[in-house]
């Protein structure tokens, strides 16, 4: 297999051998970009037919996205943490990758999928209101950009290009791409993102526990599936160097929701991460409806148990039988 010149593998080092490829064997797009960048060449490159001769050897190669390329949509990841968990089987482990030579090819920047009735458009996971921005600053992300589904009206370089003296390079040879349904695609890509963030907020030795606890209490409520719960958390811990195992917290909020006991739901993750800003744009990465209102005109000395604050509604009860002498 890799000695067919056909193949992208042998074809890292020949743009236009790559062209050939992408354009007779997959049905592409192409796209030429400037050296060492991925800027177009030109303006007209959505409506541009061109052919592997029109390469020149220092150029670099795009694929036009979407439509025009089969349905074929480019998932980017732009933070380690989504490169890392995007690996596991509930995510995009099973997605052909490619990366900047520099990355450990566990953790690739792309993954290609056939997604045919996906929108048109770059569909972003990102924090975009400055409330959110300012909430998630101590978290360091190298953008408030998650990932991205780029599934039309858009281009991505391709192997072999060249980005800032990096090449991209394919984690293994390009077999058949698989295809999802667009629902799926955005569920999957809505739960990475959310776990990607949860991440992020690893807390010091000391408190890791607890952090367990209520993610997998978050997970859960969300409805998130219990086994796929628990290979997300131990994602996390083996990303984080955790040698304990984290094993069976998913399995016992789920137990406890089943019981109808009370389960640590995301308000109590955003308390914990510090994260309250971003609960609109969480909830709906999870596919999860806005929390119900806290607030409510109450006769006195009465508490709202539609709270989801565990700690909060606790405190309120506590101090009710403190000041009623009911205790």
């Known amino acids: 297999m890799t000695n067919d010149p056909g193949r992208p593998e042998s074809a890292n080092d020949d743009v236009r051998t790559a062209a050939r490829y992408f354009q007779d064997e997959r049905g592409w797009r192409l796209v030429r970009l400037r050296p060492r960048t991925k800027q177009p060449i030109g303006k007209g490159w959505q409506n541009a037919e061109l052919k592997p001769a029109d390469f020149r050897p220092e150029d670099n190669i795009g694929i036009q996205l979407g439509k025009k390329s089969d349905g074929l949509v480019d998932i980017d990841f732009d933070c380690e943490q989504a490169r890392v968990l995007a690996g596991l089987g509930c995510f995009f482990g099973h997605l052909p990758a490619f990366r900047r030579q520099s990355l450990p090819p566990d953790a690739p920047g792309h993954r290609l999928v056939l997604c045919r009735d996906a929108p048109d458009e770059v569909t972003?996971?990102?924090?975009?209101?400055?409330?959110?921005?300012?909430?998630?600053?101590?978290?360091?992300?190298?953008?408030?950009?998650?990932?991205?589904?780029?599934?039309?009206?858009?281009?991505?370089?391709?192997?072999?290009?060249v980005l800032d003296g990096d090449r991209l390079v394919w984690n293994a040879p390009l077999g058949a791409i698989p295809e999802m349904t667009w629902e799926d695609l955005a569920r999957r890509a809505g739960l990475l993102a959310f776990c990607a963030?949860?991440?992020?907020?690893?807390?010091?030795?000391?408190?890791?526990?607890?952090?367990?606890?209520?993610?997998?209490?978050?997970?859960?409520?969300?409805g998130i599936d219990v086994e796929i719960a628990e290979e997300i958390i131990r994602a996390i811990a083996d990303m984080n160097g955790d040698e304990e195992d984290r094993g069976g917290m998913a399995r016992a909020a789920a137990a406890k929701e089943a019981a109808r006991q009370p389960v640590t739901g995301l308000p109590r993750f955003l308390e914990v991460s510090g994260l309250q800003d971003c609960e609109s744009r969480l909830r709906e990465w999870l596919g999860q409806k806005a929390a119900p209102p806290t607030t409510s005109t109450l006769p006195a000395n009465a508490i709202d148990i539609r709270n989801p604050n565990i700690v909060q509604r606790t405190r309120l009860i506590e101090d009710l039988i403190f000041v009623t002498g009911l205790g």
């Open 124 to 161: 972003k996971f990102a924090f975009t209101r400055a409330k959110e921005k300012a909430a998630i600053e101590r978290l360091r992300l190298p953008k408030a950009v998650i990932l991205e589904v780029r599934a039309g009206k858009a281009q991505t370089a391709f192997p072999p290009s």
């Open 197 to 222: 963030v949860a991440a992020c907020c690893y807390p010091s030795e000391g408190a890791r526990n607890d952090y367990y606890l209520i993610l997998a209490g978050a997970l859960v409520h969300a």
